[in-house]
Each structure stands twice: as structure tokens, then as C-alpha cells.
């Protein structure tokens, strides 16, 4: 997170630099993220406003709303796969910063890629989703955007969650509390745990869907991305009209990592190591409370969107 910060910080006191490549990225590797054609439109990108065959900056025809650790950044590095998309590398925080909402969609388009007209250009913040005044915003940038919604287990959303602040806290040498400390409240499952309201994905839906159809917002299963990730971006390709041309052989499952890495014109990458950490380990009764907690919005969550996840 610290990271991302800094990176949307030099996004905030240099606009006028393209964010192609900013500081801060968690990549594993400063290669292309697609194609060399992209690579071509990166190193032009930092020119001045260099608009070489037609490229430019778009505002985004499609918007990785969330979930935090949700698998937002696989998500998009998958994506990337695809030569017809032209992704911005960091979170812009755009709708959900007062700052920077109120720069306006000039400055929110020139943190974008640059990109060819045939190219859908994407961005992913994953506060969007939880955040009640941003649908409104994207509404009133474009009301027939299409969304991308990644979600996995609630409960295992709640673990990861605290598992990256318990790490950024780390790397700080600082102290942080235990998972219990968060998660319980007077022998009783603290509500207000933020962490858990983040994962009342019902109610954060009813909040879209006041502003778009359901048929604009594809929600990724982020548990079945993870463990096959194909069949969730061939969907998403769907979704997209983008013309099929991800592939199986696009990923091979690294068996040290664990998970998949991608491959990309003979290149081989693989997510930053601080994805997939191992989550601390929790009394079972208390995993048990959060998956009892999380029935019922579950429920109504699938009710909302016409379809059932496999969830505790
Ligand atoms: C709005 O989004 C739709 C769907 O992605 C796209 O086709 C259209 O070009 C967008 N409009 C503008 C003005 O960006
Ligand atoms: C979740 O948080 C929002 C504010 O961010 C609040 O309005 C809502 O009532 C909370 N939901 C529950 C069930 O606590
Ligand atoms: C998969 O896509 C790559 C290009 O990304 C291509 O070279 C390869 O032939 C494709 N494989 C199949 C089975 O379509
Ligand atoms: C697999 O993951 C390990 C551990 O992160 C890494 O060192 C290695 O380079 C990866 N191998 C491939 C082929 O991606």
C-alpha cells in the first residue's frame, strides 16, 4: 500500500508525466506487459504528447472496480495479455480521492496509457467498489461503461486483508496487533471491524446497481481465477468483445509459487511475491464465526446478481 501511495503521489504532483511505467509498482519484472507494440507506445507515451498513428490518451471504456484483495492486480495483468488493451499500471484513485476527482477527467484521462483507437483502455482502483459516492461518478462519466468486478471467499477476504496491512506494518518495523485483536469485540465477531464490511459485498453492490445494470458488471470468481485462470479471462474477453486471443498456453502453473505465472511472447512473469502470502492461522471456532456471519449477506448477495459462488 505504501508503495501504491507513493506511486499515486508523483501521479499527484506531476500530471503531466504519463504514468506509464510510475515508482511503485509492484511488478516483478520492468518488461512489457503485453505486446511489443505496447512496449512501442509506452517509450513514445513518455515523450512530450507525442500522438504517433492516432495513439492517444482515452478515458477508460472499462473499470476494475474491486474487490481489495480480490485478485484486481491478476486480474489485470491477465488482461494485459490481450493486444487490444491498454491497461494504466497504477491505481489512480480517481473517484474515490477528493483531490483528485476534483482535477477533473482531463487530468484522470492523462493517467492513462496512451493507446490506438482499436484498444479499450482499463484501469483498476479496488476502493472503488466500497466506496458509496463513486458510482454516481462513473455514471456521470459514462453511464454505458462496462464494469469488471473480481470477488473471492468473503472470509478469506477478511484474512488477506489484514494480511497485507499486518505486512506493510511489518516492513516498517512496526508493530501490529494479531488478527484477534481485530476480529473480536467483547467475546463477540466485531462488525466493525472494517476489514468485514469490506466484505458485505450485497451491500456494496446495491450501490452499482442503483446506477448500472447487472449486465454491465461482470463479476470474476476470484477463488477459480487463481486456481484456472483461462476459463475466468476467456469470459472476460467475452464481456469485453474483445476478440479471443488469450490463450491456455498463455499460463503455466509454477509449482514452487504455488499459482500461475503468465506467459507472454516467450516472456515469462509471475505476480509480485506479496500476492498469495500465507494468511496467519486462526482458531477454527472463530473462522467458524466469520463464515456463519457471512451467510446471510452471502445469500442475499446471490439473490442480487442471479448466481451462487462457491463460499463458505
Ligand atoms: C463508454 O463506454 C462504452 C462501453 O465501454 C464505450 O463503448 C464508449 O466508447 C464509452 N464512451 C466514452 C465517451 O468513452
Ligand atoms: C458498512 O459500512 C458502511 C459505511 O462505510 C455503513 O454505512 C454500513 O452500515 C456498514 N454495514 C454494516 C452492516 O455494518
Ligand atoms: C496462443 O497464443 C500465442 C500468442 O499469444 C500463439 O503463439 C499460439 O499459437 C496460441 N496457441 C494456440 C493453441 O492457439
Ligand atoms: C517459480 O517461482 C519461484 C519462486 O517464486 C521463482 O523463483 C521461479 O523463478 C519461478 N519459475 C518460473 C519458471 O516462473
Redesign the pocket.
Known sequence: MAALLLGAVLLAVQPQMAPARPAGNPRTDDGPSASVQKELLRKTSLRDDAHPNGASQQLPQTIIIGVRKGGTRALLEMLSLHPAIAAAESEVHFFDWEDHYGNGLQWYARQMPFSYPHQLTVEKTPAYFTSSKVPARVYNMNRSIRLLLILRDPSERVLSDYTQVFYNHMQKRKPYPAVEEFLIKDGQLNVDYKAINRSLYYFHMQNWLRYFPLEHIHIVDGDRLIRDPFPEIEKVERFLKLSPQINASNF?F????GFY?LRDSGR?R?LH?SKGRAHPQVDPKLLNKLHEYFHEPNKKFFELVGRTFDWH
Open positions: 503455466y509454477n509449482k514452487t509459487k505465472c515469462d509471475c511475491e
